[in-house]
């Protein structure tokens, strides 16, 4: 449980040299459940993209032993196109990737795999349903499915429980648990500090730095929060070129 599976060392992510994330070291421990909280805009979904390797540091650097197949990351809603035309079990079926290779047959096993995880997720019988005619909370729940059929050693979860209904956010939330519960390394994105707080044993609080790092209880603190509220609002005002260390 204390090995460490990822290490930040001054990471630093820039747009057009003005900082997203600046200077933020510290480690992700094999087997943890890890909330990342803060104010809109604090680098929290840029941070998983460093992570997953989408984006390169402009400083620093994020190292860990995984294999690209190792990482299971669910991006925000938002950033997913459910107009293309795929039904439901292909979509979880993309989990099955790195068995059955980019152009590989699916094998029969790996149809049962997915099917197994759409009742897991409370979808049986969905399998040929067009992505596009689901509610928000039963693609959430597609998603969980794929990234149950992945079998990653790092789940990383961007806003996973944003605009999905209380049912369906502890049903997502149970299968967390199950993944840490199994020893997988889990770190997601959460807006909703009462599910950080009762749910995640570790937090790292980001505004655009880490403002404390560790045990949830302690970084959860009154005066974190109103730590990362300040510079939030002093963003506008202060955020300038990043420039490299010296």
């Not at 460093?50 to 690209?68: C, D, F, K, N, W």
């Amino acid at each position: 449980m204390n090995d460490t599976l990822v290490r930040l060392s001054n990471l630093t992510v820039s747009y057009e040299r003005h900082p997203a994330i600046h200077h933020v070291s510290g480690t992700i421990a094999s087997g943890s459940l890890t909330a990342i909280a803060g104010p809109n805009g604090a680098g929290k979904s840029t941070l998983l993209k460093a992570i997953m390797g989408q984006i390169r540091p402009s400083e620093g650097s994020v190292t860990h032993q995984l294999r690209r197949t190792d990482l299971g990351y669910l991006p925000q809603a938002a950033d997913i196109n459910r107009s293309f035309p795929i039904s439901v079990l292909d979509t979880v079926l993309l989990g099955s990737w790195r068995q059955a290779g980019a152009f590989g047959r699916i094998a029969r096993s790996e149809k049962e795999s997915a099917n197994r995880a759409l009742s897991t997720v409370g979808l049986e019988g969905f399998d040929e349903r067009h992505i596009g005619t689901l509610s928000a909370g039963q693609f959430q729940r597609v998603l969980f499915a794929r990234l149950l059929v992945q079998d990653a050693k790092l789940i990383l979860l961007d806003e996973p429980f944003t605009a999905i209904d209380a049912r369906t956010t502890r049903d997502l939330l149970d299968i967390v648990n199950r993944w840490h519960g199994e020893g997988r390394t889990v770190v997601a994105v959460l807006h909703d500090f009462e599910q950080v707080r009762a749910h995640f044993p570790e937090t790292l609080l980001l505004a655009r730095e880490a403002i404390d790092w560790g045990a949830t209880a302690a970084v959860m603190s009154a005066r974190n929060l109103l730590k990362a509220r300040a510079m939030a609002e002093r963003w506008d005002n202060d955020a300038g070129v990043c420039e490299p260390a010296a």
